[in-house]
C-alpha cells in the first residue's frame, strides 16, 4: 500500500491551496481516509475524515484541528484514487506537515489508520 501526499507549499495567510493523495495497493472506494497535520514541537492531530461514500468527520475536540471546518474542504475521487484537501483562507498557524491516511471506517485517532503516507509541508507565512 502507497500514499502519497503532494500538493504543499508556501503560501501567505489568506491564501488557498489544495492537497492531494494518492493511493494505490488497496480498494481505495471501501477505505476511508484522513487528513492529520503536525506542526513543529507538537503533538499529531486530526484535520478531517471522509468515508467511502462522502461522509466527512472534521476535528473539533481540544487536541483536533480548531477551526478549520468553515476553511477546509476533503473530497475524493474514486475513480482517480485521490482524496483531496482543500484548504483556503489560511493562517500561519496552519503552519504543518500534512499526512493522509487510510483506515476502514470513519475515525479520528490516528490509532485507527492502517495505512500512512509521508506528508506534505505545508507553510503560511504571516
Known amino acids: 500500500v502507497q500514499l502519497q501526499a503532494y500538493g504543499g507549499g508556501l503560501v501567505q495567510a489568506g491564501g488557498s491551496l489544495r492537497l492531494s493523495c494518492a493511493a494505490s495497493?488497496?480498494?481505495?472506494?471501501?477505505?476511508?481516509m484522513g487528513w492529520f497535520r503536525q506542526a513543529r514541537g507538537k503533538e499529531r492531530e486530526f484535520v478531517v475524515a471522509i468515508n467511502w461514500s462522502g461522509d466527512s468527520v472534521y476535528g473539533d475536540s481540544e487536541n483536533d484541528a480548531n477551526s478549520v471546518k468553515d476553511r477546509f474542504t476533503i473530497s475524493r475521487d474514486n475513480a482517480k484514487n485521490t482524496v483531496y484537501l482543500q484548504m483556503n483562507r489560511l493562517k500561519p498557524e496552519d503552519t504543518a506537515v500534512y499526512y493522509c491516511?487510510?483506515?476502514?471506517?470513519?475515525?479520528?485517532?490516528?490509532?485507527?489508520?492502517?495505512?500512512w503516507g509521508q506528508g506534505t509541508l505545508v507553510t503560511v507565512s504571516s
Open positions: 495497493g488497496l480498494p481505495f472506494s471501501s477505505y476511508g
Open positions: 491516511a487510510a483506515t476502514r471506517s470513519l475515525y479520528t485517532r490516528s490509532r485507527d489508520y492502517a495505512f
